[in-house]
Nanobody
Framework: VQLVESGGGLVQVGGSLRLSCAVS??????????VGWFRQAPGKEREGLSC????????YTRDAVKDRFSISMSLAANQVHLQMDSLKPEDTAVYFC?????????????????WGQGTQVTVNL
């Protein structure tokens, strides 16, 4: 299983970005696959943002960002997207996606065996 993130870049405060996570090696329609988005800023711990599973397509998003970030899954494209709006300087980080067979739950981050290399998001004033 391989994950490749894309869509990061440099954006001004208040701007938007749409991150994509392309998943290969497992088909969303054939298995219940959970895909989550995380970020890690310099000097800070990795932070879970959002998760969605192909079993029920139900999104789970961290309260701190749920009014600005939304996750979606394309079964046909085998991709998961993270739409980020009203970006702030504190959103600057490397954003990663991760995947596992199963559902989104509290242990997803610790058990997910498949991770992408990350995409840099920088929000400037």
């Amino acid at each position: 299983v391989q994950l490749v993130e894309s869509g990061g870049g440099l954006v001004q405060v208040g701007g938007s970005l749409r991150l994509s996570c392309a998943v290969s090696g497992v088909t969303f329609g054939a298995y219940p696959v959970a895909v989550g988005w995380f970020r890690q800023a310099p000097g800070k711990e990795r932070e879970g943002l959002s998760c969605i599973s192909s079993r029920d397509n139900r999104p789970y998003t961290r309260d701190a960002v749920k009014d600005r970030f939304s996750i979606s899954m394309s079964l046909a494209a085998n991709q998961v997207h993270l739409q980020m709006d009203s970006l702030k300087p504190e959103d600057t980080a490397v954003y990663f996606c991760a995947a596992d067979i199963g559902d989104c739950d509290g242990k997803f981050e610790s058990r997910a065996p498949y991770w992408g290399q990350g995409t840099q998001v920088t929000v400037n004033l």
